[in-house]
């Protein structure tokens, strides 16, 4: 069985919006990317998915084509109207790179500092973290000393509970063992 994944509940909040608006969602790990300028006017269609490409974006360099400089030579009045185009493009591209450094910073910087483990399935399931585990997880994670001394001990109660006998007389015997090793094997749970 897999183990089970603990969120705090800030993270657990910041899913919904990361899904839906600022990352290619929990398939894809809450990673995103650069919107591809070239792809704003494509559309895919068909079961085969065609794509339909219904414009290019227009830069200042594209005046200096042969064909654009062919076409203004023949319909001069649409000089302007193209200059213009290719002005607006170089203020749209300025503004969406803007746009996606500040996007891409921040769901990087949630990742790293916010998510208990950002390299995890999102995909699975996952429970919240109450409010005193969420105090212990970042009481160990804060604190990797006391995680190797958790496991230390987690490893002396193991072997403790292996020299006594396992029948019912010595149930009590074994009950403190066992209630100690089931309380640090708890906080080790949160641990990614």
Do not use: C
């Not at 109660?157 to 029948?167: N, S, T």
Request: no cysteine; aromatic share 14%; charged share 35%.
């Amino acid at each position: 069985m897999a183990k089970k994944r603990y969120v705090t509940k800030r993270e657990a909040l910041s899913y919904e919006p990361l899904e839906d608006y600022l990352t290619g969602g929990a398939k894809n790990g809450f990673n995103t990317e650069r919107a591809d300028m070239y792809e704003l006017w494509s559309t895919y269609s068909g079961a085969f998915g065609y794509l339909r490409r219904w414009a290019k974006p227009f830069s200042k360099f594209d005046l200096r084509r042969e064909g654009v400089q062919s076409f203004l030579n023949a319909f001069p009045e649409y000089e302007q109207t193209f200059e213009e185009m290719a002005k607006q493009y170089e203020i749209a591209e300025k503004a969406i790179n803007k746009y996606d450094d500040i996007r891409i910073k921040f769901v990087d910087e949630l990742k790293a500092q916010h998510f208990t483990n950002p390299k995890a399935n999102f995909e699975t399931l996952y429970t919240v973290m109450t409010d005193e585990q969420e105090v212990i997880y970042n009481d160990l994670k804060a604190n990797p000393e006391k995680v190797n001394a958790l496991k230390a001990r987690k490893a002396e109660l193991e072997a403790e509970l292996a020299k006594l006998p396992q029948d019912r007389a010595y149930a009590p015997v074994r009950k403190p063992y066992k209630d100690e090793l089931e309380s640090i094997q708890d906080q080790l749970k949160l641990l990614p």
